[in-house]
C-alpha cells in the first residue's frame, strides 16, 4: 500500500473568539486562505495543481463558513483553480478527520498530495448557528437522550469521579505548560502570524494563554452548567435516565477548566513518497493509522478511549507504544477519563498546554494539535505520536503518526 | 336521528345546533363528523344563507370525541389499522378545515363565510377543536364551564387539529399547559390565555354570535396561518428566537415523562415538524403522529384503563344487581383524626350531612379544625369561595355525643388501627342505628371478616379503604368481609359515587389489594439495597418505569416504624410460614438508628431542616457497601415491576380481584403504578404472557421463588392468551 506522510504542517495564533478577539477582523475564508497559501509557500510548490483537493474541517457551515468554504478559500487564496475544495463536517475532530481522509485517500492511490485541515471564526459564526436537529427534533433529542457537551462533560466528571478540584487543577497546569512552552518557542516552528493585506500583522500570539492561572482564580468561577441541567430546561434529568446509577450530576465545569471559545485555522501538507521527491521535500512523518467511531451520544465525549483502543488494536500496538499523546481539551474531565483509563503518564500527554489554555477553533483543531505533537516529537527526538479528539452527538478520532 | 339541527333566521344566518338524542353530553363519531361536515357543505352552498353559528342545544358543547371511534376506524381499512385511522383522522380535518377555509378563495382569502362557535358550557377535546376551526368563539359566563383539551391525560394528544391550531395560536410557553398538561379553564381564563375570543352572558350567547357574523369582514375570517407571510409565534424551531424553546421543550418533556408516554414525544414532534410547513402539511403531519400514538399499545391500555374502565367502575360496572338505589343522606364518621375528618370533608362536599365523633369535644374540634384548613387552602388556590366553605362546614355536625349518629344511613369508622377499640366503637355505635344502616370500617391492614364479629349484623359490615390524604386520593378500595352482603356493597359503591371517587371491590385478604401489591415493591427495592445495588439505581429504574415514587422514597413516605409494624404483624400472623427477606434488617437498622422516613426527617433519604429531601442518605452506602458489578438497568425494572404484577396476578387468581379492570383502575390510581402501561394486567398483555413468563422465571433462578410464575399467567402463554382476552368485560359478556 502507498504510504502517506506528513511534508508540514502550519497554524494561525488561536484568536480569542470573541468580538475583542484579535483574529476576529479576519474572515474564515481569509484564515483559510492565509493558511493554503503559507503552507504551499513555505514548501515553494511552484505548481499547485499537483493538489488534488483540499480537505476543509469547517464545523458551522452557514454564513461566510457556509456554500462549500473550502472551494471559497482555495480560490481566495493563490492556489492554482483547478485544485478542489470539499467542507467536512465531524465537528470538534473535522480538522483530524480531514487529515485522515486525505491520507487514506493517499493510501487508496487517489493522488499525490492534498492540503487538509480546517478553520473555525466562532467570533465571527458562532456555534449553533447552524441548528441541527439532534438538539431540536423531539424524536432524535429523545431517542438520543441530547443533553449539551457541558452537561456530557459533567456527567464524564461525575460517572468517574473528577472532582472539581481535580478539574481545576488540570487546567492550572494546562496554562503552566502552554506559557513554558510559548516561552521556549514550542510553538514557533508551525504558528504563522496573521497578516492584512497589505502585510501588516494582525496577530502572532495564542491570546488566551493566562499566566498566573490558579486554584484559587478558577476557584471563584460558577459552574457553567448547573442551571441549565438542575432548572431550566433540566437536562439532569435526562442525563439521570441514561446514567441511572447516578444519583445526581456534579456540575464541575466551568470557563476556566473547559476550551475556550476561540478562532484560528490549520493546515496540513499531506503526499505519497514520489510527490515529496518531485518537490524536493522530506516527509516529517508517516501517517500510520487513522479511526474514527460512534459511542453513546449522551456522555458524548468519551469518544477518545474506545478509538484509542480501536486504533492500538488495528494497528497491534499497545498503549505503551506511544511516546506523546495529544487529546484535545475540550474539558478537563475529557483528558482525565482518557489518562485514567490508559493510565498514561502525565509527562507524555499534552506536554504543551492544550485547548483549555489556548482555545478550540472547532474546525482547526484537531488539525492543530496534529502539528503540535509533530513539533514536540521532533524537539524530544520521540517516535510515535497520537491525537485523539472528543467529538459532539458522541464520537472519537484519532491519528497515530510515526517519525521517518 | 340526526345529532345536529339546522335553521336559517330572517338575517340568512344559519345556527347548526349540536344536540345528540337521548344524551346528556354532545360526544362526536364519525357519522356526526360527516353531518357536520354536510351541514357546512349547506351553509357554503346557499346564496341566502351569510355565515353560520355552532352551538349545543345542551348546558354543555361537547365532551369530546366518542372513544369507541378509535376502534372503529381500525376497521375501516380492513387489516391495514393504521391506514384506517389516517384516513379516519384526515376525515375529520377536511370537516374541519372546510369550516375554516368556509368557501374562501385559495389565493386571495376571499368570498368565505363566517362561521362562529357559540359554546353554552364545556367544551372538551374535539369538542373544543371544532370551535379551533371556527372564526370566532364565542362563550358563556358560566364560570362552571371546563374549556381545553385534555387528551394527553388519557395518553393521547389533541389530534383533530387542536395541536397545530394552538401551536400556531399561541407561544410555545403559553401553549404548553393547555397541550402538554391538559389544562383546562374557566371561559374567563380561557379567553385570558387567548383560547377563545369573547365571553357573554349566557342569554346573549346566540345573538352575539349571530351579530358578529353578520357584520364580519373577509379579513375578519382568515386565520393568521393562513396569510403569507406567517410566524409561529415564539419562533419556528430553527429561527433563533424559537431554538431554545424546542430545545428546552424536548428536554423537559423528556425528563417530566421519564420516557415512557409515547403521547408527549409524538405531539411535540407534531409541533415540531409541523411548524416548518404550511398548514395543511402540518395537519397531515399531525395526523401521522396521532395514527402512531393510537397504534402504540401503551394509549389502547391507558384509554382503556384511565377512561373506559375507570368510567364503568364509577357508573357502577360491579354494583350488585337488583339492588335499589342506596345514595347516602347522612354518615356518621367515627374519629376526627386524619383520615376521618378527611372523608367528613370529602362528604360534606357534596351535600351529605355527617356526624362527626370523636372522645371529646377537643378532638372533635380537632377534626373540624383540620376540615376547615383544608378549606382555606382552598380559598388561597380560588378553588373555593367563602359562601362554599361555610356551606360544606355547615354540613358537620363535630360531636361526642352518639345519640347525634340517630338517623344515619352508613357509618364510616375509621378509629385507631385496634381490633379491640373498633368492636367497643362498633358495638356502641350500632345502638344509635336502624337496622337497615350499613356499617363500614376504614382500615387499611385489619381483616374486615374478624372485626364483622363485633357487629350485630356481619352481612351489613363492610370495608371501606380510603387513601391517605383522602381528599387528594380518588381510589376507594372496598373490601367485602365473609358475609358482607349486596345491600352493604351497594351501599359503599353509591357512596364512594356520590363523594366523586373510583371503586374497586375486593374480597377480604392481608393487606386487600393495592397494600398487598405494594409492599413488595418497597421490599424489593431495600433487598436490592441489601444485595450491594447502588441505591440511586434502584430509585432512577423505578421512576424510569413510571412509578411516582422509588421504592425508597416510598419507604419513606410510608415512615419506617409502620414498615416495621407490619413486618412483625406478618411475622406473628404467619408464624412458622413467614419466610424473612434481606429487607427486614435494613429495616430494623434505621428503626433502631431512630430514622423513621419523611416524618422525622431521616431515613433512607437525608432532609434538611425545612424536611426537603437533600439526596440519598451517605449511610446507607456506609452501611451497605455499593458491589462494584451492578445488574442492568433491565433487570432491576423487571424485578421492581415483577413484586407488584405478580401479587395482583396472585390477588386475582385467589379471588381477592374478582375482576381484572378493578386491578388495573386500583394500581394506577391507588399507587400510581406505571400509568402507562394502563395496570398490571395491561402491562402483561403488552409484553405477552410468554414474555412474562420468561422474565419471571430468569427471577426466579435467580433470587427466589417470590418471582414463581403464577399457574395463571403459565397457562395464559400455554393457550397464546391474553388477560382482557380471557377475562375482560367483553369476554365475560360473551360468555354470558
Known amino acids: 500500500m502507498t504510504e502517506a506522510y506528513i511534508y508540514d504542517a502550519i497554524r494561525t495564533p488561536r484568536g480569542k473568539g470573541k468580538k475583542d478577539g484579535a483574529l476576529h477582523e479576519v474572515t474564515a475564508v481569509k484564515l483559510s486562505a492565509d493558511v493554503l497559501n503559507g503552507i504551499a509557500d513555505r514548501n515553494n510548490l511552484e505548481d499547485t495543481s499537483q493538489i488534488e483537493d483540499v480537505i476543509w474541517g469547517n464545523v458551522t457551515q452557514v454564513g461566510e463558513q457556509g ?223 487513522t479511526a474514527k467511531i460512534g459511542t453513546d451520544p449522551t456522555i458524548m465525549l468519551t469518544g477518545p478511549v474506545p478509538v484509542t483502543e480501536k486504533i492500538l488494536a488495528q494497528t497491534g500496538m499497545n498503549i505503551n507504544d506511544i511516546d506523546l499523546f495529544e487529546v484535545n481539551e475540550a474539558f478537563a474531565s475529557v483528558v482525565l477519563r482518557f489518562q485514567t483509563y490508559f493510565n498514561v503518564d502525565r509527562d507524555k500527554l499534552n506536554v504543551n498546554g492544550g485547548a483549555i489554555a489556548m482555545g478550540h477553533p472547532l474546525g482547526a483543531t484537531g488539525a492543530m494539535i496534529l502539528g503540535t505533537l509533530l513539533d514536540e516529537m521532533e524537539r524530544d527526538d520521540k517516535e510515535t505520536g497520537l491525537a485523539t479528539l472528543c467529538i459532539g452527538s458522541g464520537m472519537g478520532a484519532a491519528t497515530i503518526i510515526e517519525r521517518v | 336521528m340526526a345529532d345536529f339541527q339546522y335553521d336559517v333566521d330572517a338575517d340568512g344566518i344559519a345556527t347548526i345546533t349540536w ?103 364545556t367544551a372538551l377535546g374535539i369538542g373544543f377543536e371544532i370551535p379551533l376551526a371556527c372564526h370566532r368563539i364565542f362563550a358563556a359566563d358560566n364560570p362552571k364551564a371546563k374549556i381545553g383539551l385534555p387528551e394527553i391525560l388519557v395518553g393521547i394528544f389533541p389530534g383533530a387539529g387542536g395541536t397545530t391550531r394552538i401551536s400556531r395560536k399561541l407561544d410555545m410557553m403559553t401553549g404548553s399547559p393547555v397541550l402538554m398538561n391538559g389544562k383546562l379553564s374557566d371561559p374567563q381564563a380561557a379567553k385570558r390565555l387567548g383560547l377563545i375570543d369573547e365571553v357573554v352572558p349566557a342569554d346573549e350567547l346566540l345573538s352575539s354570535a349571530k351579530e358578529w357574523v353578520k357584520n364580519a369582514t373577509d379579513a375578519d375570517i382568515v386565520k393568521p396561518w393562513d396569510q403569507k407571510g406567517f410566524k409561529m409565534p415564539g419562533g419556528a424551531p430553527y429561527h433563533p428566537a424559537g431554538f431554545m424553546n424546542y430545545v428546552g421543550a424536548s428536554a423537559m418533556i423528556h425528563g417530566k415523562t421519564q420516557g415512557v408516554y409515547p403521547a408527549a414525544r409524538a405531539m ?120 362554599k366553605k361555610a356551606e360544606i362546614l355547615s354540613h358537620i355536625n363535630a360531636t361526642p355525643d352518639y345519640d347525634a349518629l340517630k338517623g344515619c344511613d352508613l357509618i364510616v369508622e375509621a378509629v385507631f388501627e385496634d381490633p379491640a377499640i373498633k368492636a367497643t366503637v362498633t358495638k356502641a355505635v350500632e345502638e344509635q342505628l336502624e337496622p337497615s344502616a350499613i356499617f363500614a370500617t376504614n382500615t387499611s391492614t385489619l381483616p374486615i371478616t374478624e372485626l364483622a364479629k363485633a357487629s350485630r349484623d356481619d352481612t351489613r359490615f363492610i370495608g371501606i379503604h380510603f387513601f391517605s390524604p383522602v381528599h387528594k386520593m380518588n381510589l376507594v378500595e372496598i373490601i367485602k368481609g365473609a358475609n358482607t352482603g349486596p345491600e352493604a356493597v351497594a351501599k359503599a359503591l353509591d357512596f364512594v359515587r356520590q ?128 458491589s462494584d458489578e451492578q445488574p442492568d438497568l433491565a433487570q432491576v425494572q423487571h424485578r421492581l415491576a415483577m413484586q407488584q404484577v405478580l401479587e395482583a396476578v396472585r390477588s386475582f387468581e385467589d379471588g381477592v380481584l374478582e375482576d381484572i379492570r378493578e386491578g388495573d383502575v386500583g394500581a394506577i390510581l391507588g399507587w400510581g403504578f406505571m400509568p402507562w402501561s394502563g395496570g398490571p394486567f395491561s402491562w402483561l398483555d403488552i409484553i405477552g404472557a410468554d414474555k412474562a413468563v420468561e422474565i419471571c422465571d430468569d427471577l426466579t433462578e435467580k433470587f427466589g421463588e417470590r418471582f414463581t410464575t403464577p399457574a395463571l399467567l403459565r397457562e395464559l402463554s400455554k393457550n397464546g392468551e391474553t388477560f382482557y382476552g380471557r377475562f375482560g368485560p367483553e369476554a365475560k359478556a360473551d360468555a354470558a
Open chain 2, 19 to 121: 344536540d345528540v338524542p337521548n344524551k346528556s353530553m354532545n360526544v362526536l363519531n364519525i357519522e356526526a363528523s360527516q353531518e357536520l361536515e354536510a351541514l357546512v357543505d349547506k351553509v357554503l352552498a346557499d346564496d341566502a344563507v351569510k355565515g353560520a353559528v355552532i352551538t349545543s342545544g345542551k348546558a354543555d358543547f361537547a365532551g369530546g370525541m366518542d372513544l369507541n371511534v378509535i376502534a372503529k376506524m381500525k376497521e375501516m381499512a380492513g387489516d391495514n389499522p393504521a391506514k384506517g385511522l389516517f384516513d379516519g383522522i384526515m376525515g375529520f380535518h377536511q370537516m374541519t378545515r372546510k369550516i375554516e377555509r368556509a368557501g374562501m378563495d385559495a389565493k386571495t382569502n376571499k368570498g368565505g363565510k363566517p362561521i362562529a362557535a357559540a359554546l353554552p358550557g
Open chain 1, 67 to 289: 456554500a462549500c468554504l473550502a472551494r471559497s478559500a482555495v480560490l481566495y487564496s493563490d492556489l492554482d483553480e483547478r485544485v478542489p475544495g470539499v467542507s467536512v463536517n465531524r465537528f470538534c475532530a473535522s480538522g483530524l478527520e480531514a487529515v485522515n481522509m486525505a491520507a487514506n485517500q493517499v493510501r487508496g492511490g487517489a493522488g499525490n498530495a492534498y492540503i487538509a485541515g480546517g478553520v473555525e471564526s466562532m467570533s465571527r459564526v458562532p456555534m449553533g448557528m447552524d441548528g441541527g436537529a439532534i438538539a431540536v427534533d423531539p424524536y432524535l433529542a429523545m431517542k438520543a437522550y441530547f443533553v449539551p457537551q457541558g452537561i456530557s462533560s459533567d456527567i464524564i466528571a461525575t460517572k468517574y469521579g473528577f472532582s472539581r478540584d481535580m478539574c481545576d487543577e488540570y487546567a492550572v497546569e494546562s496554562h503552566r505548560r502552554a506559557v513554558a512552552a510559548t516561552a521556549a518557542g514550542h510553538f514557533d516552528k508551525s504558528r504563522v502570524a496573521v497578516n492584512d493585506q497589505n502585510g501588516l500583522e494582525i496577530s502572532r500570539v495564542d491570546e488566551q494563554i493566562r499566566e498566573g492561572t490558579n486554584m484559587q482564580g478558577l476557584g471563584s468561577l460558577n459552574p457553567s452548567f448547573k442551571a441549565m441541567g438542575e432548572v431550566m430546561p433540566g437536562f439532569d434529568a435526562v442525563a439521570l435516565m441514561k446514567y441511572p446509577e447516578l444519583e445526581r450530576i456534579n456540575h464541575v465545569h466551568h470557563a476556566g477548566n473547559s476550551s475556550a471559545i476561540s478562532d484560528g485555522a490549520a493546515a496540513v501538507l499531506i503526499g505519497n513518497k514520489e510527490f515529496g521527491e518531485a518537490n524536493g521535500l522530506k516527509p516529517r512523518a508517516r501517517i500510520k493509522s
Open chain 2, 268 to 387: 411535540l414532534s407534531a409541533i415540531y415538524e409541523g411548524a416548518q410547513v404550511p398548514f395543511d402539511t402540518a395537519i397531515k403531519i399531525e395526523a401521522r403522529w396521532f395514527t402512531n400514538v393510537l397504534m402504540n399499545p401503551s394509549s389502547s391500555a391507558m384509554i382503556k384503563t384511565i377512561f373506559t374502565n375507570k368510567t364503568a367502575l364509577e357508573k357502577g360496572a360491579v354494583r350488585p344487581e337488583g339492588v335499589a338505589d342506596m345514595s347516602v343522606k347522612k354518615v356518621g364518621v367515627m374519629g376526627a383524626g386524619m383520615m376521618g375528618a378527611g372523608i367528613a370533608f370529602v362528604s360534606a362536599k357534596v351535600g351529605i350531612d355527617v356526624v362527626l365523633v370523636d372522645r371529646d369535644q377537643e378532638a372533635c374540634d380537632r377534626g373540624l379544625a383540620s376540615v376547615t384548613d383544608i378549606l382555606d387552602q382552598g380559598i388561597k388556590r380560588k378553588k373555593v369561595t367563602e359562601e
Open chain 2, 499 to 626: 363523594i366523586k371517587k373510583t371503586p374497586i371491590v375486593v374480597n377480604d385478604e392481608r393487606f386487600f389489594y393495592a397494600n398487598r401489591c405494594i409492599l413488595p415493591y418497597v421490599n424489593e427495592g431495600i433487598t436490592m439495597l441489601a444485595e450491594g445495588v447502588e441505591p440511586a439505581l434502584i430509585e432512577n429504574a423505578a421512576k424510569l418505569l413510571g412509578m411516582p415514587l422509588g421504592p425508597l422514597q416510598l419507604a419513606d413516605e410510608v415512615s419506617i416504624d409502620l414498615s416495621v409494624k407490619i413486618v412483625k404483624a406478618t411475622q406473628a400472623a404467619l408464624g412458622d410460614d413467614y419466610k424473612g427477606t434481606n429487607a427486614e434488617e435494613i429495616l430494623f437498622k434505621l428503626f433502631d438508628e431512630d430514622r423513621m422516613g419523611r416524618k422525622n426527617g431521616a431515613g433512607f433519604y437525608a432532609y434538611d431542616e425545612k424536611g426537603k429531601r437533600t439526596g440519598i442518605w451517605e449511610g446507607l452506602r456506609e452501611n451497605w457497601p455499593v
